[in-house]
């Protein structure tokens, strides 16, 4: 069975999408648009918050949303939830990390829910019943909050036994996206490593043994300014599945850091240092150098995703919180692992062929702002030309043809126009221009002019357009006769 986790990634959608009818949505940048509650994107349900509160702009496609499944970067180093004191000391918390999850918006809710997951993890990726351990919410008197009883039931009746269901408070099961914002119970899904007898005990006890997998939030309310807690108009259902916690479950590893998402980098951090990592779950490490390999792993897939989403390290607000990243994973590098100054950017490339059945959506945002941009500059300069354009026409005599070159110099110098691109404009015309003449001004005029470009977005554009052809001529394809679905296990 092929378990990658680009396989284990669209399996996930798939089964949604196919057997559900989800929407498939790209994930969001991990910058959060106009929600300064937040630093970073910290999960898949951020870019749905409008919905949740039911202020979604009835003319936006948002609002149309019933049922979506993704698969959202996250980041996790500050604000609610902040894993970075964790990163590197376990196997398991990362600061960069892929939420798999799917929602319904006032559609189906709790038994639905719970259903569909079950399915999935069980038959799908065939994960042993026995091996799964689920909380639900155990209520809390001061908020006034009741157990989640009608969960509990669900779970019995579909037949998870009683002592692999355990009640939890508000700090495990109540999950709340920041100081405000939408909330409500959960109920969790966590996944026993070892087979253990006593592995009901160590559900939420930071074991590296027993390790929270996914988690279904019954959305109901909207923890406001003032801490109360309001209805929501509707029901809603949010989950988020770690990527990476999944594929380490399903590659049969009992450390993130041992799936094909991360063993490559490691490897290319032993190539850059000569040395080995030992890692696994976290023995004996002296001196820190199993750490300091999954610090720096970690934390260069951060600051890649980062800053193809334009957040680039800087001195306050999520720009900060990146510049401690970068800081960390410097002096990791270079006084732990003893690497030579530029081997952190060096591993960049592996991070981007790591992610590239998906990588597109990295930057695609960041594509689409600087195509946008670009346009909306050129925009105007093209209206101006065109103005150019006409008043030379009407000034030309009636059987001349040629455009005067320095008109045509000057909508290139001081408009921006390419030049092929007035040749084209002056034809549509049944004009011409000396090309000659303008190539030799072009020619001399290039020695002073320096190429504006984005050598970060470049780079990464280069690499995930070359090797998404790849993937897709790899993809199975897909005939009306075929079975559902055209991912296999
Ligand atoms: P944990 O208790 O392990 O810190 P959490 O309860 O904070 O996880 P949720 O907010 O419930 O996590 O997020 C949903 C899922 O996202 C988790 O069940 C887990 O699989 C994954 N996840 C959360 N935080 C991280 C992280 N820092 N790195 C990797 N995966 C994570
Ligand atoms: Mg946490
Ligand atoms: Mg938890
Ligand atoms: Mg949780």
């Avoid at 798939?14 to 959060?32: A, C, D, N, T």
């Avoid at 969960?151 to 019995?156: E, G």
């Avoid at 019954?218 to 300014?225: G, T």
């Avoid at 990146?322 to 081997?343: D, K, M, N, Y």
Wanted: contains cysteine.
């Amino acid at each position: 069975t092929d378990f990658s986790s680009n396989r284990v990634r669209r399996t996930f959608t798939g089964f949604f999408h196919e057997l559900y009818q989800h929407m498939i949505v790209p994930s969001s940048p991990v910058r959060p648009r106009g929600d300064p509650s937040l630093l970073f994107v910290n999960a898949g349900m951020n870019q749905f918050k409008p919905i949740f509160l039911g202020a979604a702009d009835p003319r936006s496609e948002m609002a149309t949303y019933r049922r979506v499944v993704n698969s959202q970067k996250c980041v996790r180093a500050g604000g609610k939830h902040n894993d970075l004191e964790d990163v590197g000391r376990d196997v398991y918390h990362h600061t960069f990390f892929e939420m798999l999850g799917n929602w319904s918006f006032g559609d189906y809710f709790k038994e639905e829910a719970c259903i569909m997951a079950w399915r999935l993890l069980t038959e799908e990726y065939r994960i042993p019943p026995e091996r799964l351990y689920v909380s639900y919410f155990a209520g809390d008197a001061n908020s006034g909050l009741p157990a989640d009883e009608e969960t509990r039931h669900i779970w019995l009746s579909m037949g998870v036994p009683s002592d692999h269901l355990l009640p939890f408070g508000m700090r495990d099961n109540f999950w709340e996206m920041g100081e405000i914002g939408p909330c409500g119970p959960c109920t969790e899904i966590h996944y026993d490593h070892i087979g253990g007898r006593n592995a009901a005990s160590l559900v939420n006890a930071d074991s590296p043994d027993v390790v929270e997998i996914w988690n279904l939030v019954f959305m109901q309310y909207n923890r406001e300014a003032d801490h109360s807690l309001r209805l929501l108009p509707q029901f809603s259902v949010d989950t988020g599945m770690g990527l990476e916690r999944l594929v380490t479950v399903l590659q049969g590893q009992r450390s993130n850091y041992d799936t094909d998402l991360f063993t490559p980098l490691l490897s290319a951090i032993q190539q850059v240092r000569p040395g080995l990592y030992r890692g696994r779950t976290g023995e004996a490490d002296v001196g820190r150098v199993d750490m300091s390999y999954r610090v720096v792993a970690d934390h260069v897939r951060t600051l890649s995703v980062c800053i193809a989403d334009g957040v680039y390290p800087g001195m306050s607000g999520a720009e900060l919180v990146l510049r401690r990243i970068l800081r960390r994973a410097v002096r990791f590098s270079t006084e732990v692992l003893q690497a030579p100054e530029g081997a952190l950017a060096s591993l960049v490339p592996t991070v981007a062929h790591i992610l590239v059945s998906w990588a597109i959506y990295l930057i695609y945002f960041q594509i689409m702002d600087i195509i946008n941009e670009n346009e909306a500059q050129f925009l105007s300069s093209l209206k101006q030309g065109r103005r150019v354009i006409d008043r030379t026409l009407q000034r030309l005599e009636k059987n001349d043809t040629l455009f005067p070159v320095p008109v045509a110099w000057s909508l290139h110098r001081n408009l921006g126009f390419p030049l092929d691109l007035i040749g084209l404009m002056l034809e549509e015309q049944g004009l011409s221009v000396d090309q000659r003449a303008l190539d030799v001004l072009a020619i001399e005029n290039e020695k002073l002019r320096c190429p504006v470009q984005t050598s970060v977005g470049d780079t990464l554009v280069h690499l995930d357009l070359h090797s998404l052809a790849q993937l897709q001529s790899e993809e199975v394809p897909h005939t009306d006769d075929s079975p559902k679905y055209h991912y296999s296990l």
